[in-house]
C-alpha cells in the first residue's frame, strides 16, 4: 500500500462516529429499583433510564441492555466482574469502592421508612428502633443496608432481594419497618394494591449524612477504558450544567 493510501485509511478511521465500533457500545443492566428502573410490557422508563438515554444521546455512545429487571446485588457483581461496563445510579460504600470505579453524582436520595398502616406506634428516630428491638427491612447487597448495620444495636433483615420481597415480610408481619430511600418507597407507596395498607414514616437521623443527601454515582467497571469515562463524565457534567439532569430528576423526586 502506497503511503498515501495509508494515510487516507488511518484518517478515515480517526473520522468514524462515535458509536461505529464496539469501544463505544457499553454494556448496562436495568437494577430491580424501582422507579429508577422500570419495565412494563417489555417497555423500559424509569430515572436512571431517562439519565441513560440522555447521556446516551450527549456522549454518542451505545448502551447495550437487556429489557428486564436484575436484582441489585447481582447488577454490582456483575459490574465488579467487568461482565458490564457502566451502570446509573448506585450508592458509594467502601465495599463498592475496592471494586468498582465511581463518576460523577447523578441524582441524591434519603432514607425514611414505611410501616403497615393500622401500626399505632410512634417510630421517630433509629434509637426508638434500637430501644424497641423492632425488625427493620431493607434490600440486600444496598447502601442502605450498609449504613443501617453501622448502627449499634438494630436488627436489620437485608434477606430480601426485592422491594416487593420486603413488602410482603413487612405486611406478613416479620417485621417492624422498611427502611429504604425516598425515590422508592415514594413511587411504591402510591401503587394501588398498597396505598391503603401502608404509611411513610418520616425518621430523624439526627446530623448523620449517612442517610440523607446521598449520592448515586455513575459507575463504571475497572475494566472500562480511562478515555471513555472521561468522555461520559463530561457529558454529564454538560447535562447538569444545563438544567437537564435535573429536569429529570425533579419529575422522579419532588
Sequence with gaps: MHLKSLISCVLAIIALPLGADDTHRLKTEFQDVPPKYIVE????SGLS????????????????YQDKLVPLARVSKNLE????????????????????????ILYKVKLIGVMRKDDVTEILSLPELVEQKAVVLTQYGTGAAASLKTVSGLMV??????????????LAGRGKIMIYHNLTLNYVIRASKYKDLLK??????GESTDFVDIGQYLV?????????????????????DNGELQSITDKYLK
Excluded: C, H, W
Design 200 to 205: 411513610m414514616v418520616e425518621l430523624n437521623f
Design 49 to 64: 433510564y431517562e439519565i441513560l438515554k440522555l447521556i446516551e444521546t450527549k456522549s454518542g455512545y451505545t448502551f447495550v
Design 157 to 170: 433483615d437485608d434477606q430480601a432481594t426485592s422491594v416487593d420481597m420486603n413488602i410482603k415480610k413487612l
Design 41 to 44: 410490557k417489555g417497555v423500559p
Design 81 to 104: 466482574d467487568g461482565i458490564t461496563d457502566i451502570q446509573f445510579g448506585i450508592q458509594k460504600t467502601s465495599e463498592r469502592e475496592r471494586g468498582m470505579i465511581f463518576g460523577p
Design 220 to 240: 463504571y467497571s475497572k475494566k472500562t477504558p480511562q478515555r471513555v469515562m472521561d468522555d461520559i463524565n463530561q457529558a454529564v457534567r454538560d447535562a447538569s
